[in-house]
């Protein structure tokens, strides 16, 4: 499925993207401790859940073919960590 991808950055827990969307991937960069990344839909159904190191090293997350499917867009809950994410 072809779409313009979009990308948000986010630190902190909270709304990623408020509409309809497909997940693609993500670039997760930990924090000094160890950490998780959870992203959900719009409605709390949890769509992704990655733990980090303590070793601040970036990593990315490739979702094949067309992504996870958001209906109720995107939300993160973050924990010693920062995201990128890449959506459409």
């Known amino acids: 499925m072809k779409t313009d991808v979009k990308s948000a950055y986010a630190n902190s827990t909270g709304v990623i993207y408020g509409a309809r969307t497909r997940l ?3 670039l997760i960069i930990p924090g000094g401790s160890a950490g998780s990344v959870v992203i959900a839909d719009g409605d709390g159904t949890t769509l992704l859940t990655m733990t980090t190191l303590a070793n601040g090293i970036p990593f990315s997350v490739f979702i094949p073919e067309d992504g996870i499917v958001a ?5 993160a809950t973050i924990s010693n960590a920062s995201i990128n994410v890449f959506y459409g």
């Not at 209906?71 to 939300?75: F, I, P, T, Y």
Request: avoid cysteine.
């Open 24 to 26: 693609r991937g993500a």
């Open 71 to 75: 209906v109720g867009g995107l939300q």
